[in-house]
């Protein structure tokens, strides 16, 4: 079985495909959600010829909806650029830990991620779990290594308690990133990233 050689130039490029396909799913959401706002407004213009009070109703919820739709859409934008901005500094580190379990489980789908005529569905997710924390197995990762490219289902079939990963941790949110198995990886640049977390 060959090894791929990981640095952080490789690491830095998982990072970031796992934090844009994050991104894609919480636009499903902010787009989701706008659809409910659109919803919402309809409401408001056909109750709002009904009578007084229920336009003040239907406007009050409308305004709500509207102001934590914009928050949560700005929150969003503003913590995708701050990871993206410490990943390209570097400002992760990378410890040797063993695992301690391997789970299966299903999510939802979000609505906005199927098609309009579909019934709601489930997709299968996969976490691993380490001293420092718990790890959602992205779709897929490693493109960049011919030997080890693998989709969650390898991740999580190869993957087994007690085996060592290189783990991922960023350094201010103490959250893992990403984890690579040492039977595949030889991580090749130590360095600064070679700190335990705190």
């Known amino acids: 079985m060959n090894k791929s050689l990981l640095s952080t130039d490789k690491i830095q490029v998982d990072l970031k495909r796992i934090l844009n396909l994050q991104f894609r799913h919480n636009l499903g959401i902010i787009l989701y959600n706008f659809l409910a706002l659109g919803g919402t407004l309809l409401l408001f213009v056909i109750v709002s010829q009904a009578s007084q009070i229920w336009y003040w109703i239907t406007f009050s919820i ?33 410890t040797t830990e063993a695992l301690i379990n391997v789970d299966a489980g299903e999510e939802e789908v979000p609505k906005t991620q199927i098609t309009p005529h579909a019934k709601p569905s489930r997709r299968k997710v996969s976490i691993l779990k380490f001293p420092s924390g718990t790890w959602f197995i992205p779709e897929s990762l490693y493109e960049w290594s011919r030997e080890n490219k693998m ?48």
């Open 62 to 94: 409308f305004i709500a909806m509207l102001v934590w739709w914009c928050l949560s859409a700005l929150f969003k934008v503003i913590s995708h650029v701050r990871l993206n901005s410490q990943i390209d500094k570097g400002d992760f580190s990378v």
């Open 151 to 198: 989709s969650y289902a390898d991740i999580r079939d190869t993957s087994e308690v007690g085996d060592e990963f290189y783990v991922v941790i960023y350094n201010k949110s103490k959250k893992i990133g990403c984890a690579y198995n040492k039977k595949f990886f030889n991580l090749i640049e130590h360095s600064k990233h070679d700190d335990k977390p705190e």
